[in-house]
């Protein structure tokens, strides 16, 4: 029995010091960055495309007001709520103080300065698909946006999800690089895959998720319930979506649906960041979309 | 002993039937729900003609025009009453947002006054001129939808 409970024991550790292991929050080494320069120009059309302003800037902000990353918006979901951090380039309230590989471990690893790991609901999940040379102009762009310093909120989020280190076991079952639509045989597909599975994140509220919160990729796009509240995020798949090419690119830069009913919700804001955007790159993503394979 | 009870069970449930089959603002979201649709009727000719869908036709988009900036300017106050909202009554996507931040309601409705108005001078003026309109008519629209309609 004393051997038993001896053994047990061991087990317990050897777990433990397992659990340890794989859960240790990953980094990109610096040396990875040499030589990549950063454009702010570039980096600003990347803000645009990958939607920060949506979640980061204060709820309901105009025109000028969403470059003024202070955070705060209320994310709910299963697991508790979310509140949007000051991403300004305040040196104390905001991330001021980050470097660009800071930068490159958050979006690219879900992995804090300080070493912790962050919430999936900031969708590092799909930023880990951009390029370096796209991070590294993102942050030049943000330096350049106001301070703010509005302190950010912690998250309302319960036991045991609250346990940071066990979202490195999330990590290692669910955030996997690499792209959901494999067959982009266009550089045109191409492009709107890497503007929507690595900068837009729409597969994050339009993919219904599991249990634990991740994203179903064998049901890409194939809609799913609003965490906010009542309704449903559509399914944008051919099974459901019969917009034309042209619709769709009147949607994106109005915000006028087929039927000239709007945008609302959560969507207005991304229609905001779509009209912004070059009508390339839009096109782009509605190649994409046409291309998405039916989905239930 | 029963009697009384079916009585109570049949009283609880028209009651019960009243509260969600029929409020007394069944008539004002109907009518607010009648107002969207005349906006997008006319916003969909004036639409249509910007996505080449319909032949330009500067009279006819000029009468779609003015139509929707009339229609912006009428008083709403009786379609929208305290207590008819989607949390409160069945058949609305009116958020209880919209009764608590009336100043910005007012402010948007005043930003979707302004783009008719734009568009009405638009409108007849071409047709690059009219699809020069719309996008600020989809951002008023937008913006009250974004801020005060519950998603579907």
């Known amino acids: ?296 | 002993m029963l009697k009384k009870i079916t009585l109570a069970v049949a009283g609880l449930t028209m009651a019960t039937t009243a509260v969600f089959a029929e409020s007394p603002h069944d008539g004002a979201i109907a009518a607010r729900k009648a107002h969207m649709v005349l906006y997008g009727h006319n916003i969909g000719i004036l639409g249509g003609m910007a996505q080449g869908k319909i032949d330009y036709n500067a009279d006819a988009a000029s009468a779609a025009a003015a139509n929707l900036a009339a229609l912006t300017k009428m008083s709403q106050g009786s379609y929208w009453p305290q207590g008819s909202d989607a949390g409160s009554v069945k058949g609305t996507r009116a958020l209880g947002a919209l009764w608590q931040n009336f100043p910005d309601v007012i402010a948007k409705s005043g930003d979707m006054v302004a783009a008719a108005a734009a568009m009405e001078t638009a409108a007849g003026g071409g047709l690059d001129s009219l699809r020069g309109g719309m996008r600020a008519l989809g951002g008023a629209c937008s913006a009250c939808h974004k801020a005060y309609r519950q998603p579907e």
């Open chain 1, 1 to 296: 029995m004393k051997r038993l409970l001896a053994i047990l024991a061991l087990l317990g550790a050897v777990g433990a010091g397992v659990f340890w292991v794989v859960t240790a929050p990953e980094t990109t080494d610096a040396t990875a960055l040499a030589g990549i320069v950063a454009d702010v120009e570039q980096g600003a059309a990347v803000f645009v495309a990958g939607g920060c302003a949506s979640c980061h800037a204060a709820a309901n902000a105009k025109d000028a007001a969403r470059l003024e990353l202070t955070g705060g918006r209320a994310f709910p979901s299963d697991f508790g709520t979310f509140y949007a951090p000051n991403i300004s380039p305040h040196p104390s309230a905001g991330i001021g103080g980050w470097s660009a590989l800071d930068l490159v471990n958050a979006m690219r690893h879900g992995t804090s300065p300080d070493g912790a790991h962050y919430f999936p609901a900031f969708p590092y999940t799909t930023y880990q698909n951009a390029t370096l040379g796209d991070i590294v102009s993102l942050h030049a762009y943000m330096q350049t946006l106001p301070a703010m310093d509005t302190a950010s909120k912690p998250h309302d989020v319960g036991f045991p999800f609250n346990i940071r280190r066990s979202l490195g076991g999330w990590k290692l079952l669910f955030l996997r690089p690499g792209w959901v639509m494999q067959d982009a045989a266009t550089p045109q597909l191409q492009r709107g895959r890497y503007l929507v599975e690595a900068l837009g994140h729409c597969g994050e509220c339009h993919t219904p998720r599991n249990l634990l919160g991740a994203v179903q990729t064998d049901r890409w796009m194939a809609g799913a319930p609003n965490p906010s509240g009542s309704g449903e995020i559509p399914n944008i798949t051919p099974t459901k979506l019969d917009w034309s090419g042209p619709d769709l690119l009147y949607y994106f830069t109005t915000g006028f649906r087929p039927d000239f009913d709007t945008a609302g919700g959560h969507m207005s804001d991304v229609v905001e960041n779509l009209a912004q955007m070059p009508e390339g790159d839009l096109n782009a993503i509605v190649a994409y979309i046409q291309a998405l394979a039916a989905a239930n």
